[in-house]
């Protein structure tokens, strides 16, 4: 799908607000983007709209919990300087406890599964060793937000359903979730992109899951179904 008129008109402006970590945000009222909500400033007339609204989740993994208990909706936000108040606000991913995720979702679309929007779809999995959580995870981490929040995966972006980190005692997970798996193209364009992004040397590969393969089997077991 081309990019549609008003992603033409948002983009030069937001664009360059994203690439912007200072990017002006609000004082007392921007930093109110906390695990209760309220991700938004009131003030929107100055602000540089997104072209997608997106919802950030926080899992904690409580063995005495069920997996959607343990998934909590932080806050949502539609402006750069929404974004950049609620990222400035929040733990960096690699100081979150062994057992915990960050999800970034297009508001609508929850970060499981069985979601319809996730159903037929799948995700492009990168692993990083504990040892280079502190070096490489928060800036594959916002590269990726920034890449999903500002449209970077260009004619492919409305294929991309969010990302997920994931900290785990041994490897650490960072993925990229699309809508639809048998859209050979547009999941390669995708992954080439988010390599590229993480300037991910290309003798080191990235592979491509299906939800499906992944219900069927574990994580580490499931079968490949593209590889960059």
């Excluded at 609620?86 to 979150?96: D, E, M, R, T, V």
Aim: glycine residues 6%.
């Amino acid at each position: 799908m081309a990019a549609t008129e008003n992603q033409a008109d948002y983009s030069e402006d937001s664009t360059k607000m994203l690439k912007d970590k200072t990017a002006p945000v609000g004082t007392e009222e921007a930093c109110a983007a906390d695990m209760n909500g309220g991700g938004e400033t009131s003030q929107t007339s100055d602000k540089h709209p997104l072209h997608n609204r997106w919802t950030l989740w926080f899992f904690k993994n409580d063995r005495h919990k069920t997996w959607n208990e343990n998934q909590k909706q932080v806050t949502s936000f539609g402006f750069v300087e929404d974004f950049w108040a609620l990222f400035n606000h929040i733990q960096p991913a690699s100081k979150l406890p062994v057992g915990c995720d960050y999800s970034l979702f297009k508001e609508g679309i929850n970060p499981m599964w069985e979601d319809p929007n996730n159903l037929k779809g799948g995700r492009w999995l990168i692993t990083l060793d504990k040892t280079k959580r502190n070096l490489s995870m928060d800036s594959f981490w916002i590269e990726t937000l920034l890449l999903l929040i500002g449209e970077g995966f260009d004619d492919d972006s409305d294929e991309v359903c969010g990302a997920i980190v994931q900290i785990r005692a041994k490897q650490d997970k960072l993925s990229v979730w699309t809508r639809t798996a048998v859209n050979k193209d547009a999941c390669t364009n995708i992954g080439h992109r988010l390599k590229e992004a993480l300037q991910i040397p290309e003798n080191i590969q990235i592979a491509y899951q299906t939800h499906v393969d992944q219900e069927q089997k574990s994580s580490s077991m499931a079968k490949s179904t593209y590889v960059l």
